[in-house]
């Protein structure tokens, strides 16, 4: 029976994997909510020019002229950037799962992710991604969105490793099979113990191969 490599790298997505969504469509929902703004010209101001933010073509504060700041609002820009920041949490097993796993395996761990600039910097500096995270192809660096496969060659290249050598974890199914389509073995995150499970059927057991169930 042929050997599967060994695998040398773990690629990542932030959002849905080690924290929440930085601001998806519950996060917006609230913010209207608590500003008093009205929804649905907001989501549709939003879906307009979001994806140019997050390609790291406009600043924090482009988007927020186009999609909130456009009229006077009884409320200021810094008012609602910490209201957009505070959204982000963590999801501390993955990440005591991730770190493990690189040390234990000494793994290259890469992240691969759709996220505006301020708030992809906010995150890896808030929850100390960087102390484990060897690079981040984040969509605001390199100007590359997932789906566009173009990323995935991309982190397969920063990474310097075959994506036979690979192992990916997201929590969309189309990312997973845009790269699985290139050959790198994908995990469809849905929860940390069934991830667990995934990783240690590639040879990538966590502390003495224990899963520990997530507080």
Not at 52 to 78: I, M, N
Not at 83 to 102: D, G, H, N, T
Not at 112 to 133: P, Q
Not at 136 to 145: N, W, Y
């Amino acid at each position: 029976m042929k050997r599967s490599p060994e695998i040398t790298t773990l690629f990542l997505d932030i959002g849905g994997v080690l924290l929440t969504n930085g601001w998806d469509h519950p996060a917006r929902k609230r913010a209207a909510t608590h500003f008093k703004l009205e929804w649905a010209e907001m989501e549709e101001r939003h879906h307009l020019t979001y994806e140019t933010y997050e390609a790291g073509k406009l600043t924090l504060d482009d988007y927020f002229g186009r999609v909130v700041f456009y009229q006077k609002r009884p409320f200021t820009r810094a008012q609602f950037r910490r209201f957009m920041f505070a959204q982000s949490k963590p999801y501390p097993e993955m990440i005591e799962l991730v770190a493990q796993l690189k040390v234990r395996h000494r793994l290259k761990i890469a992240v691969v992710s759709n996220e505006a600039r301020e708030l992809n910097a906010y995150r890896i500096r808030t929850f100390k991604l960087d102390g484990f995270v060897d690079a981040f192809i984040s969509s605001c660096f390199v100007h590359l969105r997932k789906p566009d496969a173009d990323i995935f060659r991309l982190a397969l290249d920063i990474a310097q490793a075959p994506a036979r050598q690979v192992v990916y974890i997201e929590n969309t199914p189309m990312f997973v099979r845009i790269a699985e389509g290139l050959g790198i073995r994908s995990i469809l995150h849905t929860d940390y113990r069934s991830t667990c499970v995934t990783l240690a059927s590639f040879g990538l057991q966590n502390h003495e191969g224990v899963i520990h169930e997530a507080r």
